[in-house]
């Protein structure tokens, strides 16, 4: 369901190539020498980008289709380029990308994930500030979910270095006539609920039965949902967080929810999904990707959004995300590479409502093509979108957090108090962290 899944920090190939050799330390040409960032594949004699452009990608669902219209259109506004696109999948984008830079004959334009976001420190991709200011594209324009995956450690005061053109969200969805029948009030659009409500609102919605044609499940409760800076305030620590009493009593609700029927487990959602269980009436409130709203308007699910919910005492919350597009400073074609993410920069965004259900990254862009005006769906979910927030940086390295796990040992091995566990995440988490964070402060440093 969800398109842009897999933020975890998780150290990857790319990464430990950045620390541990020279193969993504400053940019150089084949020769040894430095290379300018945007200081060869100058424009053709009449000064207009010219030949061919390079672009890499990993699946994208309904989000390709869209970056294909924009091929097309860039493509009529500049005929003397011609694109091309590589999608690559995913478990293999990182080391193709890595593969790539050491031969110093990277692809000119790329979907920067967050393991890659070494290049940017390492001086590999091109840092965009001045040339947004220059297309007269103010970054605090972009909408905060989405310019975080742009930015060197989710922050633009550290540095621009990617352009995306949509902003997607995971939200709650609930079913109107199942909050109804149960006398249960609607989730607001303008705060998210904390997991004590959530526990409180899924066990009047849920109708536990052994028949699963009679069953409705009030809530699902997904491993990765307990959205909480488990890294502390700033990133660097673990203990206090990660096992706070907050985030153990999340995981023990979350998780009895789930032993007691009044959530699905793996087993079922492996077979059915989410998003069909609730296009079927079969689960009160859910998580979905707004990309799937138009399936639960075809089975007349009458529906509402909402922000997802929060661990006690912890801010409101939306997972946001884009495709965050970047240049290489070895690009072959840098003319043609940068005309493309000005493109993304404006263009792109008053084209983005045209080819998908996600309003435009840019907020002003949003506002002038009127985006979800007479859609009562869409002008929810902009109210919904506007509790995203950035979260702290966490640099790869760091692997013992693992809330799969965690669900797993809760629900299928029937333990029934996260403590433990926690407290054990939280003090390996706070053996690595130190040198994760050494490893990153590290690249290009040398």
């Known amino acids: 369901m969800n398109r842009m899944r897999g933020v975890p920090a998780a150290i990857l190939v790319l990464l430990v190539c950045v620390v541990l050799s020279a193969c993504l330390g400053n940019s150089r040409d084949g020769s040894g020498s430095e290379t300018n960032a945007v200081g060869s594949g100058e424009p053709g004699a009449s000064g207009e980008p010219e030949g061919k452009l390079t672009a890499w990608t990993i699946p994208l669902g309904d ?191 979350g998780s009895a929810l789930i032993r007691e029927g009044m959530a699905p487990g793996s087993g079922i959602l492996e077979t059915m999904g989410e998003s069909d269980l609730f296009a079927e009436n079969k689960i009160a409130i859910t998580w979905t990707d707004f990309t799937e709203t138009p399936k639960y308007q075809e089975n007349k699910i009458d529906f509402g959004l909402a922000p997802f919910y929060v661990v006690e005492g912890q801010e409101d919350f939306v997972d946001t995300w884009t495709t965050a597009w970047g240049t290489f400073t070895e690009s072959q074609n840098k003319a043609a590479a940068m005309a493309f993410l000005k493109f993304l920069a404006t263009d792109a965004q008053r084209m983005r409502p045209e080819v998908s259900a996600d309003p435009p990254l840019r907020k002003s862009i949003a506002e002038e093509v009127e985006y979800g005006k007479g859609d009562p769906v869409k002008e929810q979910y902009l109210e919904v979108l506007k509790n995203a927030r950035r979260g702290p940086y966490v640099p790869p390295g760091v692997e013992a957090w693992d809330p799969g796990e965690l669900m797993r040992q809760l629900t299928v091995e029937n333990q029934t108090d996260a403590k433990q566990m926690l407290d054990e995440m939280a003090r390996k988490s706070d053996e690595q962290l130190p040198r994760a964070w050494k490893e990153w402060e590290d690249i290009g440093s040398g």
């Open 63 to 253: 989000d390709e289709r869209a970056f294909k219209a924009y091929i097309k259109e860039f493509e009529g506004q500049y005929p003397k380029v011609k694109i091309s696109l590589s999608v690559v999948p995913e478990e293999g984008y990182g080391q193709k990308i890595n593969t790539a830079m050491q031969a110093h004959k990277p692809p000119d334009v790329a979907l920067i994930e967050p393991d890659q976001t070494g290049l940017m420190k390492a001086g590999r991709v091109v840092e965009l500030t001045q040339s947004l200011k220059d297309w007269d594209v103010p970054i605090d324009d972009f909408s905060e979910g989405g310019l975080a995956r742009m930015s060197l450690e989710n922050d633009p005061a550290k540095g621009v270095y990617a352009v995306g053109d949509f902003l997607a969200g995971n939200v709650l969805v609930y079913n109107k006539k199942l909050f109804d029948e149960a006398g249960v009030p609607y989730p607001p659009a303008d705060r998210s609920l904390t997991f004590q409500e959530y526990d409180e609102n899924c066990r009047k919605l849920a109708r536990p039965s052994d028949n699963p044609a009679e069953r409705v499940f009030g809530c699902v409760v997904p491993d990765w949902g307990f959205f909480y800076p488990v890294f502390g305030p700033d990133g660097h620590k673990a203990e206090g967080a990660m096992n706070s009493p907050e985030l153990v009593n999340a995981f023990n609700m």
